[in-house]
């Protein structure tokens, strides 16, 4: 049984700074994409940021370019979100998302974790 949990999530200030984790357990991560979505109330759930099984390739949101940064350590089963330079509009519920190997679309989904930036 595949689990992903999120956590880094909070109440900051617009320019602010905060790391999401994401820790996956149950399965072996090898070949997966793994990636960050937000979502907003009212809202379909967007793409922020992905990165291959082996870390090489990334690849981000418009809205994420430049201040966002992700990576993984496949030795913890772990992906990072770093946001920086915050802003109003990056509030949402983040949620860590996993493509398995062969798979054509995101199979795996954490419970998700709030963010808020406040201006």
């Known amino acids: 049984q595949v689990q992903l949990v999120e956590s880094g999530g909070g109440l900051v200030q617009a320019g602010d700074s905060l790391r999401l984790s994401c820790a996956a357990s149950g399965r072996t991560m090898t070949g997966a994409v793994m990636a960050w979505f937000r979502q907003v109330p009212g809202k379909e759930r967007e793409f922020v940021a992905g990165?291959?099984?082996?870390?090489?390739?990334?690849n981000y949101a418009d809205s994420a370019k430049g201040r966002f940064t992700i990576s993984r350590d496949n030795g913890k089963n772990t992906a990072y979100l770093q946001m920086n330079s915050l802003k109003p509009e990056d509030s949402g519920v983040y949620y860590c998302?996993?493509?398995?190997?062969?798979?054509?679309?995101?199979?795996?989904w954490g419970q998700g974790t709030q963010v808020t930036v406040s201006s």
């Open positions: 998302a996993v493509r398995w190997l062969g798979a054509s679309d995101f199979g795996s």
């Open positions: 990165i291959t099984s082996g870390g090489s390739k990334t």
